[in-house]
């Protein structure tokens, strides 16, 4: 009687085993196994990363296996199981590889393809495009589309992480609580003592150091020690956690009436401001999207205010970046003063203040929720809904996708609730140029991290699609792209993604975006929060008093009044900290452990990745060397996979 040795592997993360009793069968081009339980009798089966092999006899040769059945029934309690994957030896002495990776909850079932990725038009017979087509059957009934917010993207249907497929929940969920978290920085940074005193104002800037207590970061104390001086502000726009508001100024904007003479005596090149912009050395940074959001009252007694700031900068003979005039609102006029680094000391450093507080909000809101978090789980949600496991693009994606989901329901459930493509970006914000803008290491190391990941998605593209035509032809990357415009970004009249690819290299560009923006991109706008925000007058999340209407009222009184209070200030320091840790286990860039792939030229190309990967971290980690302001944050052993804090 013919024998297969089945071997099974249970994932090695928490509360992987099960004492449930797990059933197989094997699916045949020739015939069916009987429907066997996978017993050892005497040990102890399924434990958490175990591996264990059983015989499955059979009457007869089943031909091919197109498929593996996974059956799990209920032993005395519901007892949910990770199957990591299954290899079947057959009676001539092959080796079969079913890749699974996922979680068998309830009394349910998977069924599995062998890892090898197929299009779906070289699927051939109707067993294997029925089982295709009931798994995407399947998916798209339990990750199903729901809008947050209006005018935001569409997010998956879970209101609470608990409500998420078992597929894309953290293992561990206590690793992700943000109460918890933010609970545990507050009293890792010892600002407890401050609670209490919840809505009173700080004394004076030097208050502010009461809250670095056990800080030890080259970077964040190096901002204390600077941050009231113009090149420091200046830099940030380059290299700070928001490095992409940034852009050439070709022609001032009617609305920001900055002249020559206002900023002469900050021009060093003896031309006019004109031609200084026609040289290519004047930049603007402008945050007209808060413009019209009202005041927010946190509580009976307390405002907060927010800012439309425009901010004109110089790139000086020293190539250094520095601002030289700066208007806190939309609309110029008399009660809208332009000011400059002529002024007052403290009505220029409040006005830095003003504008440090807009690029905060602008950072947290789009750059870090909306371009990285938001759109990262559109992605992820359109995948599942349209790719089936065996397809090379889900494969590709899964990594990048993980733990997205589970993420942003958490920060829906408890951080905001009540209670694209980067060398065009890049281009056309005008700052491309390496000889203009030479201490730009956002987008230097960017490119590099950028080209390397093209490089592989494009070596795994041209593996499976032999034509531009296999690209038009495969259903399924088209109702995926379909679904991310039309569905997850509500098709609106703004929404530059396509809904149809021609081409291998549109296919390339595409997904090479994907990845970035879940990797790197989330990398250099995340990770950076605490080097950068947690001297709070740097980084301002609330300000308590209006931007001021005139010059000549600022002083350092008015300059404390309007930052944030001692237990606003003890918040956010928590909350950057937490922000911006890694979590246990991370996955960085190139790391992929769970070999979705099982062909020999896909994992030669993650090789290549994996050393290109390493060498533009050996660059960057000399480049650093000795540096006060050392730029690491798309370093890609710093780069984890996926959105995932």
């Known amino acids: 009687m013919p024998s297969y040795t089945v071997t099974v592997s249970t994932g090695s993360q928490w509360f992987a085993g099960t004492d449930d009793y797990i059933y197989i069968t094997l699916v045949g ?18 434990e958490r990363g175990a591996v264990d092999s059983y015989d499955v006899r059979v009457g007869e040769n089943l031909g091919e ?12 309690m519901q007892d949910d199981w990770y199957c990591s994957y299954i290899t079947v030896k057959t009676p001539s002495g092959d080796y079969l590889e079913f890749p699974c990776f996922r979680w068998l909850v309830d009394d349910k079932e998977v069924v ?15 067993l294997v495009k029925q089982h295709r087509q009931k798994e995407l059957d399947s998916r798209r009934k339990t990750y199903r589309w729901k809008e947050w917010q209006p005018g935001f993207p569409m997010s998956i249907d879970a209101d609470r992480h608990k409500d998420l497929p078992r597929d894309v929940q953290f293992d561990s969920e206590k690793g992700v609580d943000f109460v918890l978290n933010y609970s545990k920085a507050i009293e890792n940074l010892f600002v407890n003592q401050f609670m209490h005193m919840f809505q009173s104002s700080w004394s004076d800037f030097g208050d502010f150091e009461k809250i670095f207590v056990r800080i030890k970061n080259t970077i964040s104390e190096y901002v204390m020690q600077h941050w009231k001086e113009d090149f420091m502000f200046g830099y940030q726009f380059l290299n700070g956690c928001n490095p992409v508001v940034i852009e050439k100024c070709l022609k001032l904007p009617d609305k920001f009436p900055v002249t020559h003479e206002m900023v002469s005596v900050s021009l060093e090149r003896e031309l006019t401001l004109e031609q200084e912009i026609e040289a290519g050395n004047i930049y603007i940074v402008d945050y007209e999207v808060l413009d019209g959001i009202r005041s927010n009252c946190t509580d009976p007694c307390t405002l907060q205010y927010l800012a439309p700031t425009i901010c ?24 809208q003063p332009i000011f400059l680094p002529t002024d007052d000391k403290y009505d220029w450093l409040l006005a830095k203040i003003w504008v440090r507080s807009s690029d905060f909000q602008y950072h947290q809101t789009i750059t870090h929720l909306l ?20 397809h090379p693009v889900y494969k590709l994606l899964i990594p990048h996708v993980r733990f997205t989901m589970a993420i942003n329901t958490k920060a829906r459930e408890q ?42 998605v494009s070596d795994v593209v041209h593996i499976y699609y032999t034509s531009d035509e296999t690209v038009q032809e495969d259903g399924e990357i088209q109702a995926f792209i379909k679904d991310v415009c039309s569905f997850g970004m509500q098709d609106f009249d703004h929404c530059e993604f396509p809904k149809f690819l021609k081409s291998r290299e549109k296919l390339i560009e595409y997904l090479t975006v994907i990845v970035f923006t879940a990797s790197a991109q989330h990398a250099a706008v995340n990770f950076g929060q605490y080097d950068w925000c947690s001297w709070i007058p740097n980084a301002p999340s609330t300000m308590r008093r209006p931007p001021p209407n005139q010059k000549g009222l600022a002083d350092v009184n008015l300059i404390i009044e309007s930052l944030p209070d001692r237990g606003r200030s003890s918040w956010h320091l928590g909350a950057v900290w937490a922000l911006s840790q890694y979590q246990e286990g991370e996955l960085y860039l190139g ?12 994992k030669a190309a993650m090789e290549t ?35 995932a804090v």
């Open 29 to 46: 081009s020739e015939g069916c196994s009987e429907r066997t339980l996978l017993d050892k009798a005497l040990y102890d089966d399924f």
């Open 65 to 76: 296996i197109l498929l593996v059945k996974i059956e799990k029934k209920k032993y005395w």
């Open 112 to 126: 599995l393809r062998d890892g090898r990725a197929h299009l779906p038009q070289d699927d051939k017979t109707s």
């Open 312 to 335: 004109l900068l110089y790139k000086n003979t020293q190539n250094k970046i520095l601002p030289i005039a700066i208007q806190l609102g939309q609309t110029p006029g008399k009660d």
């Open 371 to 390: 371009r990285t978090h938001l759109i990262s789980e559109v992605f992820g949600v359109a995948m599942y809904r349209q790719l089936p496991a065996v």
């Open 415 to 456: 951080l905001i609730c009540e209670c694209g493509i980067f060398d065009k970006v890049i281009k056309a914000r005008g700052v491309d140029n390496k000889e203009e803008l030479p201490t730009y290491f956002y987008r230097d190391d960017g490119y590099r991290v950028w080209e390397a990941t093209k490089s592989f």
């Open 591 to 602: 790391m992929y452990p769970d070999e979705h792939f099982i062909e020999k030229p896909v």
């Open 609 to 643: 990745f994996r050393k290109q990967l390493a060498e533009i971290s050996s660059s960057i980690k000399k480049r650093n060397n000795g540096k006060k302001l050392p730029y690491y944050n798309m370093s890609p052993d710093q780069i984890p996979n996926s959105v």
